[in-house]
């Protein structure tokens, strides 16, 4: 049976882990939220500080879902895949660079003008060498990460994370999810179904 | 040179964002890539942007860029010899 073993969202200054909240006071800023998370969850890596937006946001939350789990330890890296999605692309680091060309154009700000590093932030820190997709669309197709993320479960891969990442200036939201085969369990089994009632059901997107 | 050392060590900072790395902690005379800094390709533009942004430096080949990134030091000498 696929299940669903974890997931996490972010929005408006809160994140949630599971269901629980990460931060004990919802915080005002994009950077705010990350630096807490960052602190808070002991997320490290010596690249963090040059990524992009999108790829910070992805990166924690991605590092929250999977802390703990040994996933790394269990599975092959190539077994272990990653599909994301989200329906502004790059677009927020594409402005930035953007405004960046009207001097000389920045290199660092260059390599972040792509929505797929966000995957590839996640799979070197986490060793992840599976398939990857990134998708944009309007609004999260829990119908096109299920049926993705299903086909490679059933034929190739042990876990993947999948879900929502979108960063576009003081708007931000993230909901990403750890699919794997386990147990004979009815709770979150791994259907479109409840990939969509994770999210629906998630505080945050209640408020 | 010192001086222009412990300038560049702040800009380096800034234009790397080198999160938690203050400029008593870049060893004027450490390798800048690999075992030093730890810095990577991508950081090596920057750095030929920044020589051009703050001193209209502009390294030319490959070659030149290996040989004035060694480490502030040679930033430094460098940047002594050709600021415009």
């Not at chain 1, 009207?102 to 972040?112: H, K, Q, T």
């Not at chain 1, 944009?136 to 990460?145: I, T």
């Not at chain 2, 008593?24 to 750095?47: K, M, R, V, Y």
Request: proline residues 4%; hydrophobic residues 40%; aromatic residues 10%.
């Amino acid at each position: 049976m696929l299940k669903i073993t974890g997931y996490c969202t972010a929005l408006n200054g809160q994140a949630f882990l599971n269901g629980k909240p990460c931060l004990d006071n919802s915080v005002d800023s994009f950077k705010e939220m990350i630096d807490e998370l960052v602190i808070k969850y002991k997320i490290t890596h010596p690249r963090f500080g040059k990524m992009d937006r999108l790829s910070q946001l992805g990166f924690t939350i991605a590092d929250l879902v999977l802390q703990g789990t040994g996933l790394t330890e269990i599975h092959e890296p190539f077994k272990l895949g990653i599909v994301l999605s989200n329906s502004s692309s790059s677009l927020d680091t594409d402005l930035k660079y953007w405004e960046s060309t009207a001097n000389i154009p920045s290199p660092s700000l260059f390599v972040y003008t792509l929505p797929n590093i966000v995957l590839a932030e996640i799979c070197i820190k986490n060793n992840f060498k599976g398939e990857n997709f990134f998708f944009v669309s309007e609004k999260p197709d829990f119908k096109l990460l299920y049926s993705t993320i299903s086909e490679m479960l059933s034929n190739r891969l042990d876990a993947c994370l999948g879900g929502w990442v979108e960063v576009l200036g003081e708007s931000y939201e993230a909901f990403i999810f750890l699919a794997e085969h386990g147990q004979d369990d009815p709770t979150h089994e791994f259907t479109e179904e409840n990939i969509k009632n994770i999210y629906n059901t998630t505080p945050l997107w209640n408020n | 040179m010192e001086q222009l050392a412990n300038e560049l060590k702040v800009l380096i900072i800034d234009c790397l964002k080198l999160q938690d790395t203050k400029p008593e902690d870049i060893d004027t005379d450490a390798p800048l890539f690999g075992d030093g800094l730890g810095l990577d390709s991508i950081d090596a533009l920057e750095l030929i942007v920044l020589l051009q942004q703050h001193y209209g430096i502009k390294i030319k080949t490959a070659e030149e860029g290996k040989s004035v990134f060694q480490s502030v030091k040679t930033m430094a000498e460098y940047v002594s010899k050709n600021r415009k």
